[in-house]
């Protein structure tokens, strides 16, 4: 029986590099020489350091280019609050992946809602379409390329 699965995933190799080359940009910036602003990757979650919420403005402006750049889609990042300390001032972006159980649960809805012949299961951090005819399972991805969801889908391991 011909299946796929829904996934929502990153390339944190990319990511990392996305990460690298705003650092270099950062230190070769006019505005910024002498400021120590710099960005960080650990786990899944970049922290910008600088010394103005203005500064953070733009280094944010920077690695949004780089990241769309490196092929990684920008709805996946998550902005943190943004906190001052004296000189510095700090922010997160966390880089999200993976279906949560809410958003599985709503596309499990959307395509119950189209009473189509497949089968949604929620498996985890991805949602499994499961149908007896290939035409069914693609009609599944282009409604699903057509909804606004909060968070980029990628569709693999399609099997007949």
Known sequence: MPS????????LH??????DQANREVDTRFDF???GATFELVDNVVTMTGESEFQLEQMR???YSKLSRR???LTCVELGKLEQAGKEARQTATLRHGIDSELGK?????????KMKVQASIM????RVTG????????????LRKQELDMPLQFNNFRD
């Open 71 to 73: 092929g990684i889609d």
């Open 106 to 114: 709503k596309i499990v809805k959307l395509i119950k809602d189209q």
């Open 4 to 11: 796929f699965d829904v996934v929502s995933e990153i390339d």
């Open 132 to 143: 007896k005819k290939r035409d069914d399972l693609q009609a599944v991805i282009q409604l």
């Open 124 to 127: 985890g951090d991805k949602v």
């Open 61 to 63: 402006d920077i690695l």
């Open 14 to 19: 990319e990511a990392r590099n996305a990460v």
């Open 33 to 35: 020489k002498g400021s």
